[in-house]
């Protein structure tokens, strides 16, 4: 009987559970970086659409301060002020537009040592948003600080009563009177301030003095702007050197001093 022997059985062969484990983690390495790939690049343009979305706001936003008051050096002046006595002031004459179509015309008198003494702004508004007139008056009576204003008065000019302002609070420093006119036709405002004089009734003669003699010199096309002034000009009276300026006719509206009615 023949014999037949049995071959010994083929080895099973298995992979290397070391090189497994290797590739398993090269797998959730490439995952991972893939997916940490993905959620930057999302929230790159979540950022991106956020800042598109928000750029006509900005844009918005700088707009007003790019669209402001700028110095029109070759602007010819259209207002004068004739023989205006003041001793050791320097006056200078500005003229500012905006593109909407509004325009100042501004006096400005300093004196020898170079310090702001009085100022006369004549403002034609046009399409701009004008602030308070008030805000206005007491930002450029004290720039460097917020100072609040109160009635001082109304004195008479050749344009009329004259509203009369003045700091709510002495902080020691000068004293300075400013003033207010709102003509409706043509839409016109004439304000400044003045600290020249060592009282109250004095800065309020100057005042009056001021405006009595400020003229027109062209009122370009518009026929009710040369009215107002013409028909200024009839009322216009000298200045007055001594003594108080006259009061409004309503004497309960003078300041400090009001005049009574009748006799005592």
Known sequence: MRLFRADPAAPHHTRNPSALTSFV?????????????????ALFVVLGVYLWRQLPDATAMRAPAAAGWSLA???APAFVISKLDQRDK?????????????RKDIFRWADANGALAAELEIY????EAAGPAVAEIAGRLDPGGVREL???????????????????RQDGSRTCLGFLKQADAPDLRISGWTCQGASLPAQRAAIVCMLNRLTLLAAGNDPRLAALFAHAELKRTDCVTSGPP???????????NPLLRGAL
């Open 246 to 256: 006259a009061l409004s006719a309503d004497w309960v509206m003078g300041s400090e």
């Open 73 to 75: 050096g070759r602007q």
């Open 90 to 102: 320097t006056e200078t004459y500005e003229v500012f537009r905006h593109p909407e179509g509004g």
């Open 150 to 168: 109160e009635a001082a008065g109304i004195v008479d000019s050749k344009f009329g009563s004259v509203t009369l302002l003045r700091p709510a």
């Open 25 to 41: 983690d090269e797998v959730h390495a490439t995952l991972s970086g893939l997916f940490a790939y993905a959620a930057v690049l």
């Open 124 to 127: 034609r508004p046009g399409g």
